[in-house]
Each structure stands twice: as C-alpha cells, then as structure tokens.
C-alpha cells in the first residue's frame, strides 16, 4: 500500500502532492489494477492532513480515470500507468541508481543532480531540440 509523504515547504500543494505521488507509484507498478488506495482517515492520520484534501485528490483521481471509488469499500486502481521497463526494480531503474551513486560519490549534492536531471529533461523531451543541443545556455564573464 502506498504511504504519502507530504512536503509543506515544497510549494506543491497537497492535494496535488497526493495526485502526483499516486501517479508516480502507478508508473513505477507500484499499484496495479485492483489495489486499495488507503482511506481518508488512514492519510489523516499518517500525514495530519484535512480529510477534505484526500477525498479531493482522490475525486481528481477518480476524474482521470486511474481509480474508481466504492462505496462501503474504499478506492481503487482502475488502471496502470507502468511502461516496460520503468518498474520500480526494472533495468532502468537499476542503471539510475548506479548513475546517482556515482554522482554523490563525486560531490554532487541532491540539487545539483536534481538541475542535472532537469536540464537533460528539458533537453530531450521540453525543447523539441536535436538530441544533441544544449537547451541551456550559459555564457561566462569575459
């Protein structure tokens, strides 16, 4: 079952922090077709939330078509989100976790590989530049 973790400073609201980390587990097949989203009284709980933000991140769930709520019984995943190769203990992954040790072990704080990453998004999915563009630019005093 999914446990949300809530970031106050994040910016991100939070309802919007459940939506995303819900979806985030459903591309990593982390939830699958079928399993139970916790109730509203078990995130409140967990996360000392208002009620009224969960039921409100679960209707926009429900709206995309990713979960489907029922009644007396709870909420659950309709469908997946997961591609090949992107599970949670998939090759990719595997090969990502190699990348980040290797990035600490050289130095790299968590938002230094969090701005690498970003930039190398943004240059390959956000800038419809070639793939070997830079979409960020930077020029130094000369």
Request: glycine share 10%.
């Amino acid at each position: 079952m999914i446990e949300y973790r809530i970031d106050r400073r994040s910016g991100v609201s939070t309802y919007q922090q459940i939506v995303l980390q819900t979806k985030q587990a459903l591309r990593l097949g982390l939830l699958r077709p079928g399993d139970k989203l916790p109730t509203a009284r078990e995130v409140v709980e967990a996360t000392a939330i208002n009620p009224n933000t969960v039921l409100k991140a679960y209707r926009e769930l429900d709206r995309e078509g990713l979960v489907e709520p029922r009644p007396g019984l709870g909420t659950f995943v309709r469908r997946s989100l997961a591609r090949a190769g992107a599970e949670a203990d998939g090759p990719l992954r595997a090969e990502l976790v190699g990348w980040v040790d290797r990035a600490r072990a050289a130095g790299l704080e968590r938002e230094d590989v969090t701005a690498l990453v970003a930039s190398v998004l943004e240059q390959r999915y956000g800038t419809g530049a070639a793939p070997d563009t830079p979409a960020l630019h930077i020029e130094g005093d000369a």
